[in-house]
């Protein structure tokens, strides 16, 4: 990757700018840190426009659950498939030609109620047991079960179906509820989004929710960056993520980029943040010591113009004594 010396400036924000030659230093730190991996970033020149792109990780960081969107009701959804289910490049036929849905593949069936002569069924088993037959034939074995049989004997209970509808899928190690399509997603987790670094703030937001379906507004959520001081700073809509994330530098232990919602978060200045990680009997005893100095400092400033206030009279007397002159 060329790092030439340039000398424009780069946007980094509204009324911001940096250098172009700084920028890609700090690019170069980046890169270098995760030189091998796919979160490397580029650069190119488009119109005299000076612009990075590549992944970004986001954490969530949200408190409340979120909504995505629900499909289609007219649209069938399908099972998973089973362990011996066709691959999905096996519905193609000797021609090439692509097969007719729901058409079942022509294998041969063992029937479990009638078995070959020579291969004895176990006494215990009933002529319609779920067992399949094991032959040395490199042949596809089925039972009459994944063709068309009902399994009588997995017949579930009001219970487990009521068990099976509140089943939770996970979308991205996240959890998802296919009935109330409600998304709990792991505080801390990360996502990633692929941008660039004219992307604003809402434009990211925006193109985040949309990966994941999500049908809450951008307008609830904002993007803070988040030190492992505790302090946390608030990106602007007119602020671009990806240059934040190249100007704080690429190491995740030290700031991560975190998805929050507006209403729940406060900004924590570097000053405050510098105190949250102390216990509440040393923070007493910080401001112990603060009360005492501002003791310290009243008594001091009452001490000066009590001072000031002894000169002043003094002067007037002299004054007032001294006798007038015509």
Same mark, same amino acid.
């Given at each position: 990757?060329?790092? !030439? *010396?340039?000398?424009?400036?780069?946007?980094?924000?509204?009324?911001?700018?940096?250098?172009?030659?700084?920028?890609?230093?700090?690019?170069?730190?980046?890169?270098?840190?995760?030189?091998?991996?796919?979160?490397?970033?580029?650069?190119?020149?488009?119109?005299?426009?000076?612009?990075?792109?590549?992944?970004?990780?986001?954490?969530?960081?949200?408190?409340?659950?979120?909504?995505?969107?629900?499909?289609?009701?007219?649209?069938?959804?399908?099972?998973?498939? %089973?362990? %011996?289910?066709? *691959?999905?490049?096996?519905?193609?036929?000797?021609?090439?030609?692509?097969?007719?849905?729901?058409?079942?593949?022509?294998?041969?069936? !063992?029937?479990?109620?009638?078995?070959?002569?020579?291969?004895?069924?176990?006494?215990?088993?009933?002529?319609?047991?779920?067992?399949?037959?094991?032959?040395?034939?490199?042949?596809?074995?089925?039972?009459?079960?994944?063709?068309?049989?009902?399994?009588?004997?997995?017949?579930?209970?009001?219970?487990?179906?009521?068990?099976?509808?509140?089943?939770? $899928?996970?979308?991205?190690? *996240?959890?998802?509820?296919?009935?109330?399509?409600?998304?709990?997603?792991?505080?801390?987790?990360?996502?990633?989004?692929?941008?660039?670094?004219?992307?604003?703030?809402?434009?990211?937001?925006?193109?985040?929710?949309?990966? $994941?379906?999500?049908?809450? !507004?951008?307008?609830? $959520?904002?993007?803070?960056?988040? *030190?492992?001081?505790?302090?946390?700073?608030?990106?602007?809509?007119?602020?671009?993520?990806?240059?934040?994330?190249?100007?704080?530098?690429?190491?995740?232990?030290?700031?991560?980029? $975190?998805?929050?919602?507006?209403?729940?978060?406060?900004?924590?200045?570097?000053?405050?943040?510098?105190?949250?990680?102390?216990?509440?009997?040393?923070?007493?005893?910080?401001?112990?010591?603060?009360?005492?100095?501002?003791?310290?400092?009243?008594?001091?400033?009452?001490?000066?113009?009590?001072?000031?206030?002894?000169?002043?009279?003094?002067?007037?007397?002299?004054?007032?004594?001294?006798?007038?002159?015509?």
């Amino acid at each position: 990757m060329d790092y !030439s *010396h340039q000398t424009s400036l780069v946007p980094c924000g509204q009324d911001k700018y940096i250098s172009k030659n700084e920028l890609l230093l700090h690019l170069k730190t980046y890169n270098l840190y995760y030189e091998g991996q796919n979160l490397q970033l580029r650069h190119r020149e488009e119109e005299d426009e000076f612009i990075v792109e590549g992944l970004l990780n986001i954490s969530w960081g949200l408190r409340r659950p979120i909504r995505l969107q629900m499909q289609d009701d007219n649209e069938r959804i399908r099972p998973p498939p %089973s362990s %011996s289910s066709w *691959h999905s490049g096996c519905n193609l036929g000797a021609q090439g030609t692509t097969l007719k849905p729901l058409t079942v593949p022509k294998v041969q069936i !063992s029937e479990v109620d009638a078995p070959p002569e020579g291969d004895q069924m176990p006494s215990s088993t009933d002529s319609r047991s779920l067992k399949p037959l094991q032959e040395d034939t490199p042949q596809l074995m089925r039972t009459r079960s994944d063709v068309g049989v009902r399994r009588r004997g997995n017949v579930r209970t009001p219970s487990d179906q009521r068990r099976i509808r509140r089943h939770r $899928f996970s979308i991205n190690g *996240h959890f998802y509820n296919h009935k109330t399509s409600v998304f709990t997603p792991a505080y801390g987790s990360v996502t990633n989004v692929r941008i660039n670094s004219t992307m604003t703030t809402p434009q990211v937001l925006k193109l985040l929710l949309n990966k $994941f379906k999500i049908e809450n !507004s951008a307008e609830e $959520f904002a993007l803070y960056v988040v *030190h492992t001081s505790g302090e946390k700073q608030k990106l602007k809509a007119t602020d671009y993520p990806l240059i934040a994330r190249i100007l704080q530098g690429p190491c995740e232990q030290v700031s991560k980029v $975190f998805l929050m919602e507006k209403d729940q978060v406060e900004e924590v200045t570097y000053d405050v943040a510098q105190y949250i990680k102390f216990e509440m009997p040393v923070l007493k005893s910080f401001i112990q010591k603060l009360q005492e100095e501002e003791d310290r400092e009243v008594k001091k400033l009452m001490r000066k113009y009590t001072v000031l206030r002894l000169m002043i009279r003094q002067r007037l007397e002299e004054i007032a004594e001294t006798p007038a002159t015509i």
